[in-house]
């Protein structure tokens, strides 16, 4: 059976119920959230062959500081940077180094910052010079399977309703979802209840109630949804070794819908971006 608990009057902690926040969460929120998403604008124009992961790592680290945030993962369960870069065929958390990426690398770059206390979590796909067409496609399939996800969350609909939108449109885009990873509930924990799986059947899990936040973060594969942890006990791969992609937005369920909190404001979150243009003087 699901609990719902006010969140405000509760301790900060996770016991598997499901807190709902009122206005002044979702304004913390939206502090935060937008934080994180200028700092993953401006980590677009640091992509490019022969960069390093470990400079976008000090970029992250550098911004919080300068913004009066604190990264969420720097120090978390042991780990030691303040963002993850996966990089083609690691599906998530990867660990920044010196390692230069190459022409025709993706990157999926995840950021999570603290703003009083509150949680801004997103991340996105950034092309490392000219891409591959099956790269480029994996990217507009996850993009795509995102926007679907969100498209699927409305008060008194179910978890299982975003799961169900993602998995029929990546299955039959002939890509797949990786199971052992998912979204989250998100606030003044950086991990809390509910799992927002991406997949499963419309009508199952919780009810989606306003006051609600979470991120949906999909990682869509070319191949075989099945992953691999590397010995540095964090980096996830696909075990076939094939391509892998991610989307994340964090969002509060509202009376008639959802806010998304993580849009990029230089509209630099959608596949297909030329980082090398400013969109505020492109033509």
């Known amino acids: 059976m699901t609990t719902y608990l006010e969140a405000e009057a509760n301790p900060i902690r996770n016991t598997g119920a499901i807190r709902i926040y009122g206005p002044d969460a979702f304004e913390g929120m939206r502090r935060a959230c937008q934080l994180t998403a200028r700092c993953l604008d401006g980590l677009a124009e640091l992509v490019f062959p022969g960069a390093l992961t470990q400079t976008l790592d000090d970029f992250v680290y550098d911004f919080a500081m300068a913004n009066g945030a604190v990264p969420a993962t720097l120090n978390y369960r042991g780990y030691t940077k303040s963002v993850c870069t996966s990089i083609n065929h690691v599906v998530c958390h990867g660990v920044p180094n010196d390692k230069p990426l190459k022409e025709g690398d993706i990157v999926n770059i995840d950021v999570t910052l603290i703003v009083d206390g509150w949680h801004g979590d997103s991340s996105r796909m950034y092309p490392v010079g000219k891409l591959k067409r099956a790269a480029e496609r994996l990217c507009e399939v996850t993009y795509r399977s995102l926007l679907l996800g969100i498209d699927a969350v409305k008060p008194g609909g179910h978890i299982g309703d975003i ?26 924990l950086f991990h809390d209840a509910p799992n927002i799986l991406h997949y499963g059947r419309r009508g199952e899990g919780p009810e989606m109630k306003p006051g609600m936040i979470f991120t949906i973060e999909p990682m869509i594969n070319l191949g075989r949804p099945h992953v691999k942890i590397l010995n540095d006990g964090w980096t996830a791969v696909t075990r076939d070794r094939t391509l892998s992609a991610q989307y994340e937005h964090t969002l509060g369920v509202t009376e008639d819908g959802c806010e998304v909190f993580t849009y990029s404001p230089g509209g630099l979150d959608t596949p297909g971006i030329d980082f090398k243009r400013d969109p505020a003087t492109a033509e």
């Not at 993602?166 to 606030?187: K, L, N, P």
């Open 163 to 188: 799961g169900h939108a993602i998995q029929t449109y990546a299955e039959g885009e002939r890509c797949s979802v990786v199971r052992d990873f998912c979204g989250h509930g998100v606030g003044k």
